[in-house]
């Protein structure tokens, strides 16, 4: 081995720093593509929670034939549900807790805004409720608008309040006609 094929054994410093240097760009990619994949995930998750309680409240007051009051609280951040006619009901349920990261902010109907303490939104014995808005908020998704369908339970992901209040006065119109 003469002494020319020695210096050409490894890197040099500008090739080592242009690696590191795609290397970060590259964790960094990713690292962002990551997190917006994780936060999209858990907004999916909170949906999902949210119209099972909801889908299992309307069965089970169809399967009983008998109407259930679903009590959404601000101040606990949870949604529990219970018969109408008992305050100390056994078969009540867990009560759903939201995920840690998310809060709840506002609940609407088209006759009632509720921004703290509690509201009560019942379920008759055929799993109907009245059409109800929840907005949710988490620090790195902002906020979240749900609209829960009072026959259906069908829930969808609405981007703004003035959007939901436009649905309240179009169902408001419907009912008094």
Not at 3 to 25: K, N, P, Y
Not at 54 to 69: I, Y
Request: proline content about 2%.
């Amino acid at each position: 081995m003469n002494r020319q094929d020695s210096q050409h054994l490894g890197f040099t410093l500008i090739e080592l720093l242009a690696v590191l240097t795609l290397l970060a760009l590259l964790t960094a990619f990713v690292s962002v593509s990551m997190g917006t994949a994780i936060n999209s995930a858990n907004k999916l998750k909170l949906i999902q929670i949210i119209t099972d309680y909801d889908r299992d409240t309307r069965e089970l007051a169809h399967r009983l034939d008998r109407p259930l009051r679903l009590t959404v609280s601000i101040d606990h951040q949870s949604i529990t549900r219970s018969h109408i006619d008992a305050e100390d009901d056994k078969h009540a349920g867990v009560p759903l807790k939201l995920p840690h990261n998310w809060k709840l902010q506002t609940v609407l109907t088209a006759d009632t805004e509720l921004r703290g303490n509690a509201i009560d939104l019942y379920c008759t014995q055929h799993g109907a409720t009245h059409t109800y808005a929840l907005q949710l908020h988490d620090k790195n998704n902002g906020s979240l608008w749900l609209l829960v369908a009072g026959l259906s339970g069908q829930v969808s992901e609405i981007n703004d309040e003035q959007t939901i209040r436009n649905i309240f006065k179009q169902l408001q119109r419907h009912d008094a006609h």
